[in-house]
């Protein structure tokens, strides 16, 4: 094979044996110089590198929407209610022969169950005595003061009371507000790292929008503890009063009389004031008959009447 390699291209000429070779070592630098720059590549994308850039990129905070369908940090099974939330609330009418009395006895019966009366109102006439209270009491005390209110002298007209189970949206609200917070963490280790004021401007937007997310879900979340803790009771006490017939007082002659003569001084004055009121017109109508009577009298002085015989 060589033989015939050698054949080919006259290498018995030593000139020409020589720029063969020559041919031969240049095309050898040049492979190995490429194979020289693929490593060097190779070296460049490696690993390391690409981690490098991996964390460079994380550099800028991901959007809201980014980060909520990546999966939360602390999912709602996660979180566990020791017990149901559960609203209780209640109306009570209850008729009684003496209001007054009664609420007092109610004041006892508030400072006993540890409640206290967040609205009062009282309407007194002359055919029934009513109190409207709104009570806030502990809910493990509602029961026992709606039964102590029942043993009143009196009589219960109406009794309602009403559950609501908030458990859902309590760990609702309790897995966002977690899964918020470590948003929030997130976002400010972000915010340490971030180097360009585009990157720190969005951090801090997304920084923004999260706190004011956590401070209404708190807000939520205390608004249904209070709730659940104390229930509210809206009692009425009534108390009907016998109709007593109350004729009314009469005037004697000159008391009227001088309500008379002082409403007819007002009305004078008022009748004055009101013309006063209508001053333009007043000098619309003197002006026209003025002019009225001028031209009357230029009128007559070129038609005289005739003498009368």
């Not at 409640?115 to 009513?130: H, K, S």
């Not at 706190?211 to 006490?237: A, F, M, W």
């Amino acid at each position: 094979m060589w033989a015939a390699s050698c054949k080919d291209t006259n290498l018995m000429n030593p000139m020409k044996a020589l720029n063969f070779l020559n041919k031969l070592n240049r095309m050898k630098t040049s492979f190995l110089s490429a194979t020289y720059m693929l490593w060097i590549l190779a070296c460049s994308s490696s690993p390391a590198n690409f981690e490098r850039g991996a964390t460079d990129s994380k550099a800028v905070a991901p959007s809201m929407e980014e980060s909520q369908q990546s999966g939360s940090p602390q999912s709602a099974e996660t979180i566990k209610v020791e017990q149901q939330k559960i609203i209780r609330n209640g109306t009570m009418n209850i008729k009684v022969k003496n209001a007054p009395e009664t609420r007092r006895e109610l004041s006892a019966l508030l400072d006993k169950h540890k409640a206290y009366v967040g609205n009062e109102q009282l309407n007194n006439t002359d055919y029934e005595t009513t109190y409207s209270v709104q009570i806030r009491v502990p809910a493990n005390h509602l029961d026992s003061l709606v039964a102590d209110i029942e043993a009143l002298t009196g009589t219960v007209t109406f009794k309602s009371i009403e559950a609501k189970d908030v458990t859902e949206e309590y760990i609702d609200l309790e897995s966002r507000l977690a899964n918020k917070k470590a948003y929030l963490e997130q976002y400010r280790t972000l915010l340490k790292s971030a180097h360009s004021i585009e990157d720190i401007l969005k951090v801090q937007e997304q920084i923004r929008v999260l706190e004011e997310e956590i401070e209404s879900v708190t807000g939520r979340l205390k608004y249904l503890t209070n709730q659940v803790d104390l229930s509210t009771l809206q009692l009425t006490i009534t108390e009907t009063k016998d109709y007593v017939y109350r004729p009314d007082r009469r005037i004697n002659f000159f008391e009227r009389l001088k309500e008379s003569i002082s409403g007819g001084w007002y009305a004078f004055v008022n009748f004055i004031l009101y013309l006063l009121v209508l001053w333009p017109f007043w000098i619309i109508l003197i002006a026209a008959i003025w002019v009225y009577i001028r031209w009357m009298k230029k009128k007559n002085k070129k038609h005289p009447l005739p003498p009368t015989p």
